[in-house]
């Protein structure tokens, strides 16, 4: 799998690309060379996309508008589907399948914006009912909110920009986008997409460089009307802080539970959750983390799900043979290695995996652990899952829901009653019921609750984030 180039990206601003004297490299996680610089944004060009992104809702751009741009830049993302994969693959050290698989799913989420864009709607109000209004007639409308700023993660930088950029435009809104400072080029390539597809400028901006200055300079900007994050709770809670009465929808991570129960298929219970708890090196708010087990099939399930851990292959993420790839940064590896090393010290036991090399960490599977451990009770973002058992259906879901954490769960089961009991017991924001906790798809609702964050993720939903209900009431 050949290299992408090396590249200078700019600034995109105002439908201009723009090279400013500061400029960031970013790395190849997985050989740690340049692949590409990128500019680094100074407090005038935040202000100046903040106009620019004001001044473009005085122009009208119709829904049928939007649906046409959001699908020719879904069909421009499959056009450079693998070059997209290897930029994947490089600056975030996503396996190249898994990251064409993105590429798929992000063109997925601008078509189903696209769709969305001519379905907003509002609805007939029967305010004439009301005493004194018989001669009245009302409805409502759904209208932009405004200028939006989307500040995204480095773990799956072009899906997740999409699913803040295509329901953003699609409603109608200007949209400010700040990706990740490691994973950069992703988002600027996202651009030229856009710009391909004669995306009317001010409508985007990407901009580049420090987070906490750009953020800092967005959050003080109060032309921007609402902000919409995922990333770290403590993130999240400063920008809420920040934002005011402003709007604000985040996505804040998750250590994700997935119950097995007696009942299950066992075999591909262990298949399922063992792929699902180290794709992209575990770095994904709902990779699977801890694993509920009950009793009586737990034996069976483990030493399936080992076998399968075994099986995958860790290396460069450009050969198309290779499952896992490195962390993105090893300091992150380094972390990850001390909460194993620490969770062992307190009894745990790895079962497979546990060791470090440089920036890749093994898929690791640890039992003996308790629910106080930090593996088990904060958010590992790593190649690491904890299995344990359990004996009642009460017993279990009180397990899971003693977390901060709310985003998603999942639960293996072939009883109708227990799916059922979960589903009003279980605090989350999602319950994946013979599957695990990684299940998504882009057009359901995807959000969650207590220290997951707040607000819905998932074009329709999104869309209704972005908008505000404006009623109409007309005296006849």
């Known amino acids: 799998m050949s290299a992408i180039a090396t590249r200078n990206y700019g600034l995109f601003i105002d439908g201009q690309w723009k090279e400013t004297n500061n400029q960031d490299e970013v790395i190849d996680k997985c050989t740690g060379s340049v692949i590409g610089t990128v500019s680094v944004s100074t407090k005038e060009d935040v202000d100046l996309a903040v106009e620019s992104a004001k001044k473009a809702l005085r122009k009208s751009f119709h829904p049928y508008e939007r649906y046409t741009v959001l699908k020719k830049a879904a069909e421009g993302l499959m056009a450079r589907q693998e070059e997209l994969a290897v930029i994947l693959a490089e600056e975030v050290g996503k396996p190249i399948d898994e990251g064409r698989g993105e590429v798929a799913r992000a063109a997925q989420t601008l078509e189903i914006s696209a769709e969305e864009a001519k379905r907003i709607h509002g609805e007939g109000i029967p305010v004439e009912a009301a ?11 759904r209208v932009p909110v405004g ?5 995204t993660p480095f773990n799956v930088p072009l899906n997740l920009a999409c699913h803040k950029i295509g329901p ?4 109608g809104n200007s949209v400010i986008l ?8 992703t988002a600027l390539v996202l651009a030229e997409v856009f710009e391909a597809a004669q995306l009317p400028p001010g409508r985007l901006h990407v901009l580049t460089g420090e987070g906490p200055a750009i953020g800092g300079w967005l959050l003080d900007n109060q032309d921007v009307n609402m902000f919409t994050f995922t990333g770290s709770p403590r993130v999240g809670q400063l920008i809420r802080e920040k934002a005011g009465l402003r709007k604000v929808a985040l996505e804040l991570g998750n250590n994700s539970a997935t119950i097995i129960h007696r009942d299950a298929n066992i075999s591909e219970a262990a298949t399922v959750t063992a792929q699902k708890s180290f ?3 575990g770095q994904v708010c709902i990779s699977v983390q801890r694993v509920y087990v009950h009793e009586e099939v737990y034996e ?5 799900m080992k076998e399968v851990a075994n099986s995958l292959v860790v290396g460069d993420p450009k050969d198309e043979s290779v499952n896992i790839g490195p962390m993105i940064a090893e300091k992150e590896a380094i972390r990850v290695e001390q909460w194993v090393n620490e969770a062992v010290s307190s009894g745990a036991v790895i079962e497979t995996g546990g060791r470090r090399e440089g920036v890749f960490y093994q898929p690791t599977i640890l039992t003996h652990v308790h629910d106080d451990m930090k593996v088990c009770r904060q958010e590992v973002f790593g190649p690491v899952v ?3 058992t359990y004996q009642t259906e009460e017993e279990v879901i009180a397990r899971v829901n003693d977390s901060e954490y709310g985003l998603q769960a999942g639960l293996f089961t072939n009883s109708l009653a227990f799916a059922m009991k979960a589903a009003d017991e279980i605090e989350v924001g999602g319950l994946m019921i013979n599957d695990t906790s990684g299940y998504r798809v882009d057009q359901m609702p995807y959000g969650g609750v207590k220290k997951s964050g707040s607000g819905k993720e998932g074009p329709k939903y999104a869309i209704q984030e972005m908008t505000e209900e404006r009623i109409v009431v007309f005296n006849i």
């Open 131 to 141: 005493p004194g209004s018989e001669n009245r007639q009302a409805y409502t409308k």
């Open 147 to 151: 200028v939006i700023a989307a500040i």
């Open 168 to 171: 953003a435009l699609a409603a």
């Open 178 to 185: 700040k990706p990740a400072e490691v994973t950069p080029i």
């Open 279 to 281: 794709n992209n090196a």
């Open 300 to 304: 069976e399930f483990l030493t399936k």
């Open 386 to 388: 904890a299995v344990t």
